[in-house]
């Protein structure tokens, strides 16, 4: 039965994934905000809604390490596991915004998280300091972004129309409400038939959540990606990944340690973020190096994945 709601899971987060997309391109066209924009907010909150479900859950029923190792195991997955596999599909070229300006909040976000962590628990004041440098970069992203789409425009009359055409805003809203709807069911779904196995097999709780769990809720990333590199709409592909990692700590943190402090463990601490650490780090050089995040750096993100579970479950 458990791989029953593993496979409807995975199947729902495919058509949420396909509908997410489409409405993201049409709301960017339609409110003059660039796709990577759009990626970085609407596209990376509502793929990380799960992420901020199972971890106030978690923190509330007295499982701290699932919160924590969700949000670790997520971030770790979004960038080795989901661009590692996305540029496999189809290599990224990276905007400069990502490079100057993304990049840099995710790793202040990433080291922020490390740095709060380091006295075992996470409270209400330093989740109120890691929301509200959110919404003031949210904030910021979306009004420098409206600016330079509309300025852009209004030098490009001489661009081709697009053979597409546009959905209209009802439509756009109706197709965002299915796909967020769809991603967040199909996570659900998926999650209770991974995490049913995994402990039918006997594995632990934080090893289940920086792996099963982290991949069920980072499936949605993964799934909106990879549509979105397909369809060559590379701006929402790692504007997701990015801004669904800086979600995972300054809202999915932010928020639970608000509700309720978060207890965050020395194997935590001591391992599992400073892979977080690592991998977050090693994406500013493969993002500058060359004109693309191609299919050999795709390999070794994905490599770095594999040796990062094989060591947690096999326990090297």
Do not use: C, Q
Not at 137 to 142: E, G, K, M, R, S
Not at 179 to 206: D, N, P, Q, S
Not at 252 to 277: C, K, L, R, Y
Request: proline letters at 3%.
């Amino acid at each position: 039965m458990m791989y029953f709601w593993l496979i409807l899971g995975l199947a729902t987060l495919i058509v949420g994934g396909e509908f997410l997309v489409r409405s993201a391109v049409s709301m960017a066209k339609r409110f003059h905000i660039s796709t990577l924009v759009i990626g970085m907010t609407v596209i990376s909150f509502g793929t990380s809604a799960p992420e901020l479900i199972v971890s106030i859950n978690a923190a509330l029923t007295g499982h701290p390490e699932i919160a924590i190792g969700n949000v670790i195991g997520s971030n770790i997955a979004n960038i080795a596991l989901v661009l590692g596999i996305t540029v496999l599909i189809f290599p990224l070229v990276v905007d400069r915004n990502s490079k100057i300006i993304d990049w840099p909040m995710m790793m202040l976000a990433t080291l922020l998280f490390f740095f709060f962590s380091l006295d075992g628990i996470i409270v209400f004041y330093e989740g109120f300091v890691l929301f509200a440098i959110l919404i003031t970069f949210t904030y910021l992203l979306i009004r420098n972004s409206r600016k330079t789409t509309k300025k852009a425009k209004l030098e490009a009359i001489e661009e081709a129309p697009s053979d597409e055409a546009e959905d209209s805003f009802p439509k756009s809203i109706l197709l965002l409400i299915i796909g967020l709807t769809g991603l967040f069911f199909g996570a659900k779904w998926l999650l209770f038939g991974a995490v049913g196995i995994a402990l039918e097999l006997g594995m632990e709780e934080r090893v289940i959540a920086v792996t099963i769990v982290a991949f069920g809720t980072s499936v949605p990333e993964l799934i909106t990606s990879a549509i979105a590199a397909i369809k060559k709409e590379t701006g929402i592909s790692i504007g997701n990944l990015i801004g669904s990692n800086i979600f995972n700590i300054m809202a999915v943190i932010g928020i639970t340690s608000m509700i309720h402090p978060i207890a965050v463990g020395e194997e935590s601490i001591n391992f599992d973020m400073w892979w977080m650490i690592a991998i977050a780090a090693a994406i500013l050089p493969m993002m500058i190096i060359g004109k693309k995040i191609g299919r050999l750096k795709g390999a070794i993100l994905l490599s770095t994945y594999v040796i990062y579970i094989s060591i947690l479950v096999l326990g090297l």
